[in-house]
């Protein structure tokens, strides 16, 4: 079994920055993609970033695209979301989830490791 802990939420003006850490614990996610999912309250699970196995693709969802780079370091076991140019619209529970696979879906049943979540709030 792996373990996935998020860190860095918070509350952040419009316009500023956060950023997420997921650290794993008990089994390695090499090999494996790692992605972030966000649930708003009464909405869906939504797909925000995918890693490839060995970083080798990252995959990003358009409401992101060019303001949320994420990247992984599998000698630590940690993956980051890096948030810039926060909008209200990003507010939402973040979440770390590891593939049941090596290459990237958006589909939260393709995961079958998934983290807490942690708070992320962008508001004036």
């Known amino acids: 079994q792996v373990q996935l802990v998020e860190s860095g939420g918070g509350l952040v003006h419009p316009g500023g920055s956060l950023r997420l850490t997921c650290a794993a614990a008990?089994?390695?996610?090499?090999?494996?993609?790692m992605a972030w999912f966000r649930q708003a309250p009464g909405k869906d699970r939504e797909f925000v970033a995918c890693?490839?196995?060995?970083?080798?693709?990252?995959d990003y969802a358009d409401s992101v695209k060019g303001r949320f780079t994420s990247s992984r370091d599998d000698a630590k076991n940690t993956v980051v979301l890096q948030m810039n140019s926060l909008k209200p619209e990003d507010t939402a529970v973040y979440f770390c989830?590891?593939?049941?696979?090596?290459?990237?879906?958006?589909?939260?049943?393709?995961?079958?490791?998934w983290g807490q979540g942690t708070q992320v709030t962008v508001s004036s």
């Open positions: 989830a590891r593939s049941r696979y090596s290459l990237c879906t958006s589909r939260p049943s393709d995961y079958s490791h």
């Open positions: 008990g089994r390695t996610i090499s090999g494996y993609a």
């Open positions: 890693l490839n196995r060995n970083a080798g693709d990252t």
